[in-house]
Every structure is written in structure tokens, then in C-alpha cells.
């Protein structure tokens, strides 16, 4: 791409008229005669020739004077001067084209005279030409100096360049200005193609990075890095789905086109980076303990950063005490967060296994007329008694002068106790009203108590106790 100084405007009064003196609102495409031979971005093209009211192959539009030269929409696209344009109003002029010269050497060339950027009192002429053999592409601008204060001048409302199929995505194009005031009156603008033997140093990558891609049947690491004769045509492909461990990684597309794992792409005389984007997904993985007793539901590949539902189902004689692994707390059902793979167990504990008893440990004075008991719980069980709390206790004189009033517990219930490990024990206090009971008073005290979210419970009688 190249700037040059104005040659020489091609227009020619014997040159067809696309339309005068009005606003371009027709596509036009070339009819089976005077097509010429010409390559586009390495590839043979053959529908370049004199237009044809009403078909879809060769577009101008008034609209935004688009020379487009195969396809609507994001097709192969020559664009010497994309803007909105009109030729109505004074000294409005038209649109040219003509095919010059002998077979193989032609210049197939389309002429904007006269047209008028909208708001603009002067009007900008311009040409594209596209040379048959040696594949140029030559914009020649005779006038776009529109005067100072116009925001048009100089192509400052105008997209400069040309564009390959696809080229908005897999950057298969070469701009020259976007809104920019770059252009000049009798300037040019050369696209030549790559020389043969031209090479370019080309990036292939995988987001997310550091996943394998074979380039011509070679599996390379990524990033890789490749110089690649401009014009040659590669091979790059990936393996989708991809798992490595507990991650798994699914192609979602080439950033040069297309969401197959293999993909046909032809190196260009500037480096690009070809990018293959997967999406990622991670495994949880689920558990039991003890082994193969009720089950956790949730297993399975999610998307990395969703939040995956695991449940415990509690076996019968057993109770639920926590999850563990990548999950904790006692909470059932709960959500993980699937940043990662993950691994969950659901802890369970046999209900038969436990055996609480109670015994008073120790007395101290409390308020005026009251007491307080210490009971120790004792867990001469094999399994762990979690959570445990004393839910009652129910005070009763056994012998003595009867206490008047009569002795009670006034504490509020629940106790909480805690956790007792198999083999362990601890306390929880209760405070008891004896302030009409004298020192010959005896009492029992029977405590009811529950461990592992209420799956356990039972109560002891402690006998023979003084105030």
C-alpha cells in the first residue's frame, strides 16, 4: 500500500453512465461480458466487467459510494471513498466506468465525478482502477479538498481501504483511513500484492493460552510463531473436545473464520495472528464417607464460574455431619463454585454408634436462692457427637424437709454442649432455684439431650444429688 502522486484521471466521456443526476439507490453487477481476470487476497476472481442494473455481484451505492467488488454484506469490498454521497444539486455529475485495454493488461476502472458529501457546497471526484495481470488496485483522488470547516474535506467522513470476506473478523483486510482527514486533490493510493517469495511472521495461539495446535500436521505449543511465504496456503487444526484432568476445553472458533477444529487459511504479506478460542469447562467430582453409603448428587462438567447444586441423600441409621473436600460446613443442600475442578464428600455418622451419658460435675452459687449444676455429657461411643445440645432437665426432690417452694430448674432451653469427639466429653451449665430447700433436701435430675442435628438423642438420670 503505497502513496503516490496523481497520474492521470482515467475518466473517459465515452465511458457508461451508471446513473446521473440522481441518488444511487441500484446495486449493479457485471454482465458475462468484458469480465476480467483478477486475483483478490491470493485467489482467482472472475466477476470484474461492466455492470448490470438489478444484480447482486458488483455494488454502487450512492448511499456510501462502495465499490464492492463480489459480495454484499461483509464480502470482498474496495472502498476508495466510503461516505454518503449524492449527485443531486448543481453541477451534480454521475458515476463512470469503463474496461481499457488489450485482454490479460486491462483496467477495469469506476469514476466518481461530482458527487456531493451531504452539507458540502463543493463536490469531490474520485476513481478506483483495477489492473488485470498485475492484480493492483489504484484510488486516484482529483478533488476532496472540500475547504476549511467542512468535516468532509480530505475524506474526514470517509472509510479508505479494502476488505476480504470475513475481513472485519479475521483481519483479511488493509486500512487505509477511518473518518480521517488524510486524503489530498491529486493524490493516490497503490495496493500492490506480495511479491512471490514475500513471507511474513505469523502468531498461532489458543485462548486461553498454552493449548496445542498442529500447523501442517506438526502439534506446536502455543504460542507459535511461523514465517510463511505470503500467498502459500496452511493447515491449522485442534483437538475439541479437549480434557486434560478435570478440564475440558471446547472450540468455539477461529478468530480467521469458522468453528470447525481444522481450518484452511493463506498466509498474507503482513503477519497475523490466527487464534483458536475454546470455551472451558471443569469436573466435579463427587463422594461418599463411608464408601458406597447414600449418595451426593451434582457430578458432572460445568462451565467454568457456574455454580453446581450438591446434595447429600442420608442412608438409613445414619445422619448427615458435614461435606468435606472442596465444599465444608454442615449445610445440605449447597452450591460450589466452579472455578476449578472440583471434588466433594458427603460425611455421614451411624446413628447407633453414639452413647451419651450425664453426670454433675460440679456446683457453684449463683444468684440469691439459685444454683448452678455443671453437666458433663460423655461420649463413650465410636463416632463423633456433633452439635450437641442439652434440650431438658427436670428437677425432682427425692428425701429430705420438702422444699417449700419447691426446687426447679429455670434455665432456658436448649444447652448448647458442642461437639464431643468419640471417647471425650464436656459441659454445659444449669441453673437451679432452691431457695425454700434446706441442706437434708435430696434431688434426681434428669436431663434430656440431642446430638447430630437431632438424628441422636436419649437422657441420663443423675441421683442422689444435694443442692
Known sequence: MTPRSLAQLNKSTTGRIVSAGMRLLDSVAPAAAQRLAF?????????????????????????????????????????????????????????????????????FIVEWSNAYSQG????????????????????????????????????????????????????RQIAWSYDAMVLGNSTAILFTPPASGQSSVNTITTVPAGLTVT????????????????????????????????????????????????????????GTTYTATFSTQYLLTTGTNPANLGSISGAGWYAAGASAPVQATVPAGYTFVAFSGDLSGSTNPQNVTMNAAKNVVANYQSIASLALTAAVS??????????????????????????????????????????????????????????????ANATGSVTINVAGCDTTARFSLKVNFTANSGSYSSSGTIANQTK
Request: some cysteine.
Open 362 to 423: 460440679g456446683k457453684a452459687d449463683g444468684a440469691a436462692g439459685q444454683r448452678v449444676w455443671t453437666i458433663r455429657l460423655t461420649n463413650s461411643g465410636p463416632a463423633a457427637a456433633n452439635g450437641t445440645q442439652i434440650t431438658g432437665a427436670i428437677l425432682t426432690q427425692s428425701s429430705g424437709t420438702p422444699c417449700s417452694p419447691a426446687a426447679s430448674v429455670i434455665s432456658a432451653m436448649p444447652v448448647t454442649v458442642g461437639n464431643i469427639a468419640a471417647g
Open 39 to 107: 486475483d483478490w487476497f491470493g485467489r482467482p476472481r472472475r466477476r470484474v466487467g461492466r455492470p448490470a442494473i438489478g444484480a447482486h455481484r458488483f455494488r454502487l451505492t450512492g448511499d456510501g459510494p462502495e465499490l464492492a467488488v463480489w459480495d454484499w454484506g461483509d464480502g470482498p469490498t474496495v472502498l476508495p471513498y466510503w461516505s454518503d454521497l449524492t449527485f443531486q444539486g448543481p453541477g451534480g455529475g454521475a458515476v463512470y466506468y469503463q474496461s481499457q485495454g488489450a485482454a490479460g493488461s486491462r483496467r
Open 215 to 270: 500447523i501442517d500436521g506438526t502439534p506446536y505449543g502455543t504460542p507459535k510463531v511461523v514465517s510463511w511465504t505470503a500467498g502459500t496456503v496452511h493447515t491449522l487444526a485442534v483437538t475439541s473436545p479437549l480434557t486434560n484432568g478435570g478440564t475440558r476445553y471446547t472450540l468455539t472458533g477461529w478468530s480467521s473464520g469458522g468453528a470447525t477444529p481444522q481450518v484452511t487459511v493463506q498466509a498474507q504479506s503482513t
Open 120 to 171: 458540502s457546497a463543493n463536490p469531490v471526484t474520485f476513481e478506483a482502477v483495477l489492473y488485470e495481470g498485475s492484480n493492483k488496485i489504484l484510488f486516484q483522488y482529483q478533488a476532496v479538498n472540500l475547504g476549511a470547516g467542512n468535516p468532509a474535506t480530505n475524506g474526514g467522513l470517509a472509510t479508505v481501504g479494502i476488505r476480504d470476506t470475513g475481513g472485519n473478523g479475521n483481519n
